[in-house]
């Protein structure tokens, strides 16, 4: 214990500059920030507080609590099983034998930094469960390579940039998914909001530049920041056990077990799930359907469940993922509660908080310091809440409205929302857990890499948000009609 502590604080002390820095403020985050989850139930406190300082009576507060705490039944669900499609199938063995195969591209230390950076972040493009356990496993392949000595906390940390840099601004976006669901959105923030498709968000050209953007600096940041030489640590070094040799399966005992040890119900289900995609595509527009929230997780799910091969080998994987999906399952309807209160508990003047909260961001006015003010806003309560889609529904009610009092396009507001709200997980560990447990580390062994990353990112986000949200007409929300 004594020899551990002696060999962190040499490892401090060796650290010059922003690294140092960074390992300071990791190791000061990891003693005083409690789970996320205490964070949750501190938000409902100040809320319900809030909301009684307004003049809001007890009654009509607990009732808005209470009322409202179910809200989000549905996309509570649809989140957790972002988390847990996308570490199904990363764990696959098809997807593990293309990570094997993708180890051996890279030919020196520094590309191979940078390597794991863009993969890392394309797939979180498509997932960000995904790209976590994805990121983390071609980590640990490169570093069992005997040709090639990496930095093995370098690799770490580009295996997170996918959720450090442009998760949000691809198709598993907790806000964009949200707003362009109607059934997943509540009643209040409808009204403000209506429906944005992702046409309005993550595919407009100006929200596809900026990606291109950060995904180009972090890759070189990535490169360039890489160890070299005497500084490099290996995983060896580490003492970090690289052996990822899968668990034999369990051989049948009965004959009751011969459909879980088959492929012939996960072929059948996949061709159904691909005979509904064609005839989704066929029926309807392109952007309506991978703007379904519900179709994206169906076509993973059932994606997880053919490259796993049987259904056995499936639910053992779906077993291992469902741990990870705890602090959403118990977080999200705390959020639900505080968006009720926030637009529901009416106070002084018959005005809630969250319209008082739209005043105030109003009175900043429009063009670029309103997309200035709600980024760096963003970041700061992600450093706090480190939840994009639960934040977003306790932001957006005042957020969006104040976007409309303004005349800012509502589509950029939700990217501007998504691009701010990466930035704090470069620095709170929160969500490099589930990538710390495959990667066999601690986050102090990661955040040096990841801020300065965030160093890099925070101004260029800001200018970009402003510059492209000037290329934006406002539109008023289109509410849909009642079926």
Known sequence: MTSTIEEEASSEKGEKGLARVAQSLAKWTEKWFPDAYVFALLGVVVVAVAALANGSSPKTVVNAFGDGFWDLTAFTLQMAMVVLTGYVVATSPPVARLIERLA???????????????????????????????????????????????????????????????????????????????????????????VLDLGTTIFTWQSMLMCVIIMAMTVVIAHVSAPKGAAIKTAEELEVDLDDQPAEATPRTRPGEWLEYSRILPILLGALTLGWLVSQFFSKPALTVVSSLNGYLLVFLMLGLVLHGSPRNFLQAVSLAVPATAGILVQFPLYAAMAAVLT????????????????????????????????????????????????????APYVMQSATDVQMNLGWTVQIYNVAEALPTLINPFFMLPLLAVLKLRARDLVGFTFLQFMFHLPVVLLLVWLLGMTFDYVPPIIPGKP
Do not use: C
């Open 104 to 194: 051996t591209v890279p030919q020196t230390a520094s590309s191979a930094v940078g390597f794991v950076a863009f993969l890392a972040m394309s797939v979180s493009l498509l997932n960000w469960g995904l790209s976590l356990v994805f990121g983390g496993l071609l980590a640990r392949a490169i570093a069992r390579r005997t040709d090639l000595r990496v930095d093995y906390r370098a690799l770490g940390a580009a295996a997170f940039m996918g959720l450090g840099a442009v998760w949000a601004l691809g198709l598993s976006s907790s806000a964009a998914q949200l707003q362009a669901t109607a059934t997943s959105l509540p009643p209040a923030l409808l009204k403000i909001t209506g």
């Open 344 to 395: 529901k508990a009416k106070g002084r003047g018959g005005h809630t908080v969250s319209e008082h909260l739209a005043e105030f961001f109003t009175s900043i006015g429009g063009g670029g310091s309103f997309a200035i003010v709600i980024a760096v806003y963003t970041i700061a309560l992600g450093f706090f809440v480190p939840s994009g889609g639960g934040k977003w529904l306790v932001e």
